[in-house]
């Protein structure tokens, strides 16, 4: 019961992104007790928090984040969004699945460890943020930017992020796909509707070349990841009278996009598209995120094997779904993966997470530990 009543503790500070509330003075307070040497590293409004527990390797890194999104409205909740309450083995509240009940249980099974194992191989670490639902600039990646040399030779981690499809246990994510978004303004000449050859109609223009770019075959993707896809999220254009034709045309657009692009591939076909239909455009282009894999290896197994012997189930690995903080840590070398309560809540109202699984997920984190961090106790 321990990681419920941490993961109440935590739903209740309000840590709308990028408001950290007491999240990280409660973990820090927690695993300070426990021998972790805690630093903290705060960027603008951003609260990070480093802790490790032993100085040789391999580094094994519990990678999370204590900011939520804002609850939306209030009155459609069940119960109040920050008074975590538990109804027939649920429970609710901002934060319950992503991903403050994985914080909890990494904190959980990270004391019992240390705790069993105090002169464990190895170090773990904790790297906790308040900057992984907002613009995702002075958390994690700016911590890693930071850390002395000694904490940047990381080589397992795993992000609590809410993977579990359909049942728990059922899903590892060991990779993201990149992410590209872009903001298209279309450039006409406003003018009357009645003297249509006195302007220049953007909306018209615009047709042909989004319906081109929207057929475009990107990729079929490979064994890990799914095909690039391009999707538009919002089309905008005219003054909102009915007699004008308007002077531009605004589009957003996103790319989930696999290894077998770059955004610098992406961005020319797209802009090449659009000079073929003599366009007078201008895009501005947000990278998000670039695609990483964690090819099966020690610590796929090492969460595999301990989801199986705790649940049951065998796990699938997948790539699917949006972005997370792991694409900062791949970039160091590290083998990451992520894993976590089910996510079919998340960012929803009403948003929870069963009980059981809590204490299941403590337990698949404490014995991963085991099997990277024993076997030279046992030698």
Known sequence: MDTL????????????????????SIIASRLEKSGFTITQYPFGNVK??????????????????????????????????????????????????????????????AEKFVAKYPHHSGSIAFLITSDEEGDAIDGTQKVLANLPSSDQAIDYCIVGEATSDKKFGDTIKNGRRGSLSGKLTIHGKQGHIAYPHLADNPIH???????????????????????????????????????????????HFNLRYSPKQTAEKIRDRIE????????????????????FITHPGKLTV???????????????????????????????????????VINQSIHQVNENTSVKDLTQLTSIYFETLENLLTQSLSE
């Open 205 to 251: 223009r615009a047709f042909m070349a989004l319906h081109t770019i929207c057929e475009i075959n990107w990729d079929n993707g490979d064994e890990h990841f799914p095909p690039t896809s391009l999707q538009f999220s919002n089309i905008h254009s005219g003054t909102g009278a009915g007699n004008v034709i308007p002077g531009k045309l605004e589009a």
């Open 302 to 340: 090492a969460l595999s094997d301990a989801i199986k012997k705790t649940t049951g189930i065998s796990a699938e690995l997948s790539t699917t779904g949006g972005t997370s903080d792991g694409r900062f840590i791949a970039k160091t070398g590290a083998q990451v993966i992520e894993f976590g």
């Open 48 to 109: 990070n928090l480093w802790a490790r527990h032993g100085t040789t390797a391999p580094l094994f890194l519990f990678c999370g984040h204590t900011d939520v999104v804002p609850p939306g409205p209030i009155d459609a909740w069940k119960y109040p969004p920050f008074e975590p309450t538990v109804i027939d083995g649920q429970l609710y509240g901002r934060g319950a699945a992503d991903m403050k009940s994985g914080v909890a249980a990494m904190i959980c099974a």
């Open 5 to 24: 009543e941490l993961t109440q503790q935590l739903i209740r500070e309000p840590s709308v992104t990028p408001n950290d509330g007491a999240c990280q």
């Open 272 to 291: 090449n598209t659009l000079k073929d239909y003599q366009l007078n455009f201008e895009i501005q282009w947000t990278h998000g995120a670039e695609p």
